[in-house]
């Protein structure tokens, strides 16, 4: 842009044209008395429009188009840079088109370009899988307004349909297989086909980022932030997190995400922090203007774009079509699920156990995204609470049985925290007891080991209390009332409400700190 714009620039008069030839004099009158023309009316004077105002639209105007040619200027040059992938080479029998955008995006296990320094911090060791981390189906509604992310578990039963091996060149038969398996087997073109035949879904769009794409596309954002109510450790990730609100790294939340081994869930825990980390991002985007500021939507998508693998039609038209109607996507707008499981531990012979998927509620599940409807009709707005915004555990209080005792030498404390822990929810004996101490100061929490997500869960509506593992003692955790406790037990929510394997809705806003 020219530096001098906006300010008066003074252009040198143009020159005068010539003149015409001198005309012969004419003969003078005498000068004759004349009426005074008539005046015209006087029209009235339209209000002169400021100058500063005049400056500011076309100021604005500059850089409205400034922001569009440079955001079509990148995406033009990134085009080019992005590896390209025909997963619909020669497929037929394709599912039946529905309304909106369905991309298939996959997640592998590339860390070829991590470095050293990377592989010893966050634990990634080993020689890549070239096999599907995470598999996912993000739907975006024909208005552009909505998402629907959906989960399908890597360990989930497949059934491939006739292929011939990328490796080796042979033909394979249609068999049973794990769903992560296919891209090792037959590349996105198996992985798409296979999707299709489970889900009856047509994939409108491949996608598919590796680990080192991850980690870079945070880094640029400055973070995501996520927020934890129980301790999140993982030996094999080294994860490694204390309950609270952290600000993750890249690197950091590509341990987040990759964790299995946290708790019991394994895969399907793993699942639900994958789409609360998705909806911590949104979030981050919406908030920090991304799409709105040119600069940082170029640095963003560079890093997102960099070393992705997209299907040819997925080009610069489509990126710039999706960041316009993204603009006005926020976390509400966002939801995410899972495939309903039916049989979590479905033992098939060479491949091992699988999660096989409740064949009905699927069915209704993809049929929403077919008629691109959301999969819960929107909520009303939730008023703003009043008092402090009860902890997320792991487990219901409702699920949690509890026997209180006093451990002081105070009179009915162990009546009123068995009062306070069954108005939050939990299932107290309502029958407390005398404990053998009565000089206990810290309010201690003792657990059987086998029930240490009910214990963590307990110990969130108890801030500051001991967790103590007894081994042999059952699903009954004991409270013993401490010195310390003043009579306020803090309200918690289950993380999950849902049973195990169950397909739950979670919005966007409801999983953001």
């Known amino acids: ?156 039963y497949a059934e491939v349909p006739p292929h011939v091996d990328e490796t080796t060149g042979r033909t394979h038969a249609a068999h049973p297989i794990k769903l992560n398996a296919a891209y090792a087997e037959g590349g996105p073109q198996l992985t798409v086909r296979t999707v299709e035949d489970m889900t009856h879904l047509k994939i409108d769009h491949y996608l598919e980022v590796d680990f080192i794409t991850f980690m870079r596309t945070v880094d640029v954002l400055g973070g995501v932030r996520i927020c934890t109510a129980q301790p999140l450790k993982d030996s094999y990730t080294g994860l490694n997190l204390s309950p609270g609100t952290h600000t993750l790294n890249g690197g950091q939340a590509l341990q987040y995400v990759r964790a299995r081994h946290v708790d019991g869930a394994s895969d399907l825990g793993r699942m639900k922090r994958q789409q609360r980390f998705l909806a911590a991002l949104i979030e981050q985007v919406s908030a920090n203007g991304v799409l709105l500021n040119p600069i940082k939507f170029r640095d963003v998508t560079r890093a997102v774009l960099g070393s992705v693998r997209a299907d040819t039609g997925f080009g610069t038209d489509e990126l710039l079509d999706l960041g316009r109607a993204m603009r006005n996507f926020s976390p509400s707008s966002s939801e995410f699920t899972t495939v309903p499981i039916g049989q979590l531990a479905y033992p098939v012979k060479g491949i091992g156990s699988t999660l096989k998927w409740d064949r009905a509620r699927s069915d209704q599940l993809f049929r929403s995204l077919r008629d691109d409807r959301p999969l819960e009709p929107p909520a009303p707005p939730k008023p703003k609470p009043r008092g402090p915004v009860p902890a997320t555990v792991e487990v219901a209080p409702a699920q949690i049985r509890v026997q209180v005792e006093n451990g002081t030498g105070t009179a009915g404390l162990a009546r009123r925290m068995d009062a306070a822990l069954a108005a939050t929810g939990f299932a107290t004996t309502r029958q407390p007891v005398t404990a053998a101490r009565h000089d206990v100061r810290r309010t201690v929490i003792s657990y059987d080991p086998r029930w240490d997500r009910s214990a963590r869960s307990l110990a969130a509506a108890l801030p500051g209390s001991e967790l103590r593992a007894v081994r042999g003692m059952g699903p009954v955790l004991r409270v013993t009332t401490g010195a310390d406790f003043k009579g306020q037990v803090r309200t918690v929510r289950a993380d999950d409400p849902a049973p195990q394997g169950e397909a739950s809705v979670l919005r966007g806003d409801e999983s953001v700190c």
């Open 1 to 156: 842009m020219d530096p001098t714009y906006g300010l008066v620039r003074r252009c040198p008069l143009a020159a005068s044209p010539p003149r015409s030839p001198a005309r012969p004099a004419r003969p003078q009158r005498r000068p004759q008395p004349t009426r005074q023309a008539p005046r015209p009316p006087v029209r009235p004077m339209r209000p002169r429009r400021p100058r500063w105002a005049m400056r500011a639209v076309t100021t604005l105007s500059v850089v409205v188009l400034a922001s569009a040619g440079i955001g079509h200027s990148v995406m033009a040059s990134l085009d080019a840079d992005i590896a390209r992938v025909d997963p619909f080479k020669d497929m037929k029998n394709r599912p039946a088109a529905g309304h909106g955008m369905n991309v298939l995006l996959v997640g592998t296990d590339g860390r070829d370009q991590v470095t050293e320094r990377e592989r010893r911090r966050y634990r990634l060791g080993g020689a890549p899988c070239h096999c599907t981390d995470t598999i996912m189906i993000v739907h975006i509604s024909a208005d552009r307004e909505r998402a629907t992310v959906v989960s399908l578990p890597r360990d989930s």
